[in-house]
């Protein structure tokens, strides 16, 4: 058990629905470096609950060094920092925190993670599966590209087919015109069978899989289609490897 000091920093992560994997990785890692840190998921809600979080963590009680962002914070985060990174100001969200010298700094480790997957792939059209601020995040890196958005609800769909002239919904009119494309999915849960009957694979060139879950149902079209497939372990790693190096004050 690591015993904790009043030299010792805090990192967090903070989420709707927290789980063990960064603690895991995060904590062992420092261990290794042998770091006085420690790494402690936490369930925030909504952004009352975080910014009730930041006003104790500014309160100086504990030494904090950073904090990883999920949903649903991801927005909020960007708005409470005092510098951001480049790929915040170009994907409208942070997904980290830096705390230093009674500054906060955010980056987007999710957006890195796609320039650097995407870089040097070339598609005529993007097809994103959800609406939420992973698939902003792509938005903004392809923003040069034709994107049609497949989401269970069309409210989020329609904010973003209003702010951006490139994104459109995926629908029975439009989907079969797609030729060379790309898949990117950021959504735990879509309705699969409508998916299926809209997309036609045989024009699909990779699928860009940003989800982890063991069971992916794109992996096993990917297969039945030869399609090039990445996982969301893929995706997951390549961001961490970017947070990893900016926790630990690294050069990205």
């Given at each position: 058990m690591k015993i904790l000091d009043k030299s010792t920093v805090f990192f967090f992560s903070?989420?709707?629905?927290?789980?063990?994997?960064?603690?895991?990785?995060y904590n062992n890692l420092f261990l290794k470096k042998k770091k006085n840190f420690i790494y402690v998921p936490l369930l925030i809600k909504n952004n009352f609950f975080f910014e009730k979080f930041l006003n104790f963590l500014k309160t100086g009680i504990i030494k904090v060094g950073g904090i990883s962002v999920s949903m649903p914070l991801k927005s909020y985060a960007k708005k409470?920092?005092?510098?951001?990174?480049?790929s915040v100001i170009l994907s409208k969200n942070a997904n980290t925190l830096i705390f230093k010298k009674k500054k906060i700094y955010s980056y987007?480790?999710?957006?890195?993670?796609?320039?650097?997957?995407?870089?040097?792939k070339k598609f005529n059209n993007f097809v994103i599966i959800g609406a939420g601020s992973l698939a902003l995040t792509f938005i903004n890196?392809?923003?040069?590209?034709k994107i049609f958005i497949f989401n269970r609800?069309?409210?989020?769909?329609?904010?973003?087919?209003?702010?951006?002239?490139?994104?459109?919904e995926l629908n029975l009119n439009n989907s079969k015109k797609i030729k060379n494309s790309c898949i990117?999915?950021?959504?735990?849960?879509?309705?699969?069978?409508?998916?299926l009957?809209?997309?036609?694979?045989?024009?699909?060139?990779?699928?860009?899989?940003?989800?982890i879950e063991k069971k992916s149902k794109?992996?096993?079209?990917?297969?039945k289609y030869s399609v090039k497939y990445t996982n969301g372990n893929y995706f997951y790693e390549c961001q961490r490897n970017f947070q990893k190096k900016i926790y630990l004050n690294g050069k990205l």
């Open positions: 903070v989420s709707n629905n927290p789980s063990k994997r960064g603690s895991n990785f409470i920092s005092n510098q951001q990174h480049r987007n480790c999710d957006f890195l993670a796609a320039e650097k997957i995407f870089k040097n890196l392809l923003k040069n590209k609800t069309k409210k989020n769909v329609n904010k973003l087919i209003k702010k951006y002239s490139n994104v459109f990117i999915n950021v959504s735990p849960e879509h309705n699969h069978k409508k998916f009957k809209l997309v036609d694979f045989n024009e699909i060139k990779y699928i860009c899989d940003c989800v794109l992996n096993k079209i990917s297969k």
